[in-house]
Nanobody
Framework: QVQLVESGGGLVHLGGSLRLSCAAS????????MGWYRQVPGKQRELVAQ???????NYADSVKGRFTFSRAGIKNTVYLRMNSLEPEDTAVYYC????????????????WGKGTLVTVSS
């Protein structure tokens, strides 16, 4: 069973920084893509940053220049460095991955972490 576990959330003041981590484990054959999404109560989950098929990262306009996505493939771990945080960044941040599992009947599937809360005070 594939699992994604996020960590690194917390409370910061406006202008502060945090680094989120996501570790993927389990029956992983290959990772097709990974990314970060966020969600606040009453709103849909939205993309923050996601790796594309050509190896570049697609960022939401609201976080461009402030957030940086990186991937450590050897450890199946991705990070989201968040700088110059704003109150509007307050949300539960979720790690996402599309992963091909191991085994004879392998297939691609979407996986989500449980989320980590980021709170930015003004």
């Amino acid at each position: 069973q594939v699992q994604l576990v996020e960590s690194g959330g917390g409370l910061v003041h406006l202008g502060g920084s945090l680094r989120l981590s996501c570790a993927a484990s389990g029956s992983i054959f290959s990772i097709n893509t990974m990314g970060w999404y966020r969600q606040v109560p009453g709103k849909q989950r939205e993309l923050v940053a996601q790796l594309t098929s050509d190896g570049v990262t697609n960022y939401a306009d609201s976080v461009k220049g402030r957030f940086t996505f990186s991937r450590a493939g050897i450890k199946n771990t991705v990070y989201l460095r968040m700088n110059s945080l704003e109150p509007e960044d307050t949300a539960v941040y979720y790690c996402y991955a599309n992963i091909r599992s191991t085994g004879e009947d392998s297939y691609d599937m979407d996986y989500w972490g449980k989320g980590t809360l980021v709170t930015v005070s003004s």
